[in-house]
């Protein structure tokens, strides 16, 4: 069973960084591509950064860009999201993605993490 967990999340306040990280079971991980997603409180889940299988070609939401950093180690099988100057409307859940294609994604994904809670409040 493949699984995505996430950690790294946490009540930080606004102009602060977080590094989240996600580890997962894929025994191909290096060739999927890996995103990150985030869903705050009644919207919808939205793309925030996506990076490609050889850590080649990355992406990012408008929202972030400048800001957030995604990265992989594919020896460890764990992808990483490295959060600055973070604002209030960062607030939100952050799952971890997984799809298969390889490239960088934007939507749909094989898999998904149970997702990690960021709070960003004074």
């Known amino acids: 069973q493949v699984q995505l967990v996430e950690a790294g999340g946490g009540l930080v306040q606004p102009g602060d960084s977080l590094r989240l990280s996600c580890a997962a079971s894929?025994?191909?991980?290096?060739?999927?591509?890996m995103g990150w997603f985030r869903q705050a409180p009644e919207k919808e889940r939205e793309f925030v950064a996506a990076?490609?299988?050889?850590?080649?070609?990355?992406r990012y939401a408008d929202s972030v860009k400048g800001r957030f950093t995604i990265s992989r180690d594919n020896a460890k099988k764990t992808v990483y999201l490295r959060m600055n100057s973070l604002k209030p409307e960062d607030t939100a859940v952050y799952y971890c993605?997984?799809?298969?294609?390889?490239?960088?994604?934007?939507?749909?994904?094989?898999?998904w993490g149970q997702g990690t809670q960021v709070t960003v409040s004074s």
């Open positions: 894929l025994r191909t991980f290096s060739s999927y591509g």
């Open positions: 990076i490609s299988w050889s850590g080649g070609s990355t």
């Open positions: 993605a997984a799809d298969s294609r390889g490239n960088v994604f934007t939507s749909g994904a094989d898999y």
